[in-house]
């Protein structure tokens, strides 16, 4: 896959079919306008998908939005969807208020674009005042074919970043994974922990999350963590260890149903599929040795049915 940076010192020289987005979480409803991309690569069209280093929204209002994928990742799974080129567009003020038509402008002679892909929904330019009515007309001006593509529903609500963003925040795993049409996933390097789980005979990894990642609710999850091409059911806390820890840091651990934990200085990508039980404080070691028991016999009960 051919990544731009720099969309103003680039000049495609394949015609290209676009798509512009956020793209966060590359759900469904992006794979839905892959396949449409598709469509058009028996015409040599090259598939590209243009998105902004940071979503528009918060260079807008400033701050910084938790991602459902981090850039890294989204590149990742972009370039796996079998994308030819990804445009990354740096969203400064001058994109911030840039005419729509312009906006246009920008990509049929940089990207050399001949088709545009996007939902019913899609705005574009300054605020956001271009929208697929604009695209109509457009189209014939700057010689590019428009496929407006209808929104895919989950009982009837428009599959968006939003609908799942607000899924995994209410605990409800399975059913933003259903919509993903993956498993949602924290990825990161294992380090060193404080060993309580290897000294009551449950060895853990810990990651630290992105700290731009979105997390799910703090609590106990039955997890695939993949690790060095190996894959593991485990059993994962997502929270700040509160029997054990008091320095309130946010970790990602993961006891694997087998293995030892001993992985330190890997990555490790903890792919999360079921919620089990909210985080809790216990009153000793022991306590919380008998609930990792119980825990354990539910996720082996759990991982024989899946």
């Given at each position: 896959m051919e990544i731009i940076r720099n969309i103003n010192e680039y000049h495609s020289f394949r015609p290209t079919?676009?798509?512009?987005?956020?793209?966060?979480?590359?759900?469904?409803?992006?794979?839905?306008?892959?396949k449409h991309m598709d469509g058009f690569a028996d015409r040599g069209l090259a598939s590209c998908m243009v998105t902004f280093d940071i979503p528009p929204s918060d260079g807008i209002a400033g701050?910084?939005?938790?991602?459902?994928?981090?850039?890294?990742?989204?590149?990742?799974?972009?370039?796996?969807?079998?994308?030819?080129?990804?445009?990354?567009?740096?969203?400064?003020?001058?994109?911030?208020?840039m005419p729509p038509e312009d906006f246009i402008r920008l990509l049929s002679e940089h990207l050399n674009?001949?088709?545009?892909?996007?939902?019913?929904?899609?705005?574009?330019?300054?605020?956001?005042?271009?929208?697929?009515?604009?695209?109509?007309?457009?189209?014939?001006?700057?010689?590019?074919?428009?496929?407006?593509?209808?929104?895919?529903?989950?009982?009837?609500?428009?599959?968006?970043?939003?609908?799942?963003?607000?899924?995994?925040?209410?605990?409800?795993?399975?059913?933003?994974?259903?919509?993903?049409?993956y498993e949602y996933f924290v990825y990161g390097q294992i380090v060193h922990g404080n060993r309580i789980g290897h000294s009551i005979g449950f060895p853990t990894i810990?990651?630290?999350?992105?700290?731009?990642?979105?997390l799910p609710p703090f609590g106990v999850y039955l997890t695939r963590v993949s690790i060095d091409n190996r894959?593991?059911?485990?059993?994962?806390?997502?929270?700040?260890?509160?029997?054990?820890?008091?320095?309130?840091?946010i970790v990602v651990e993961s006891h694997l149903l087998e293995g030892t934990g001993e992985e330190y200085g890997n990555f490790a990508r903890v792919s999360f599929m079921h919620f089990l039980r909210k985080?809790?404080?216990?009153?000793?070691?022991?306590?919380?040795?008998?609930?990792?028991?119980?825990?354990?016999?539910?996720?082996?009960?759990?991982?024989?049915k899946a």
């Open positions: 079919v676009v798509s512009v987005g956020k793209f966060d979480g590359v759900h469904q409803g992006h794979m839905l306008l892959k701050g910084s939005s938790a991602l459902l994928v981090t850039r890294e990742e989204r590149e990742a799974i972009v370039e796996k969807a079998g994308i030819d080129i990804f445009c990354v567009l740096h969203f400064d003020e001058s994109l911030r208020r674009m001949k088709a545009l892909v996007c939902g019913s929904d899609f705005r574009f330019g300054y605020m956001g005042e271009g929208d697929t009515d604009l695209l109509t007309e457009l189209a014939p001006k700057y010689d590019f074919e428009l496929d407006v593509v209808s929104k895919l529903k989950d009982d009837k609500k428009d599959i968006s970043s939003t609908l799942i963003r607000e899924l995994i925040t209410s605990g409800e795993i399975d059913h933003a994974n259903r919509i993903l049409g810990n990651i630290t999350p992105p700290s731009d990642k979105l894959s593991y059911m485990a059993i994962t806390n997502v929270g700040c260890k509160p029997t054990v820890s008091s320095d309130g840091s985080e809790k404080k216990f009153g000793s070691i022991d306590e919380l040795k008998r609930q990792i028991q119980t825990d354990k016999k539910e996720a082996l009960a759990y991982f024989k």
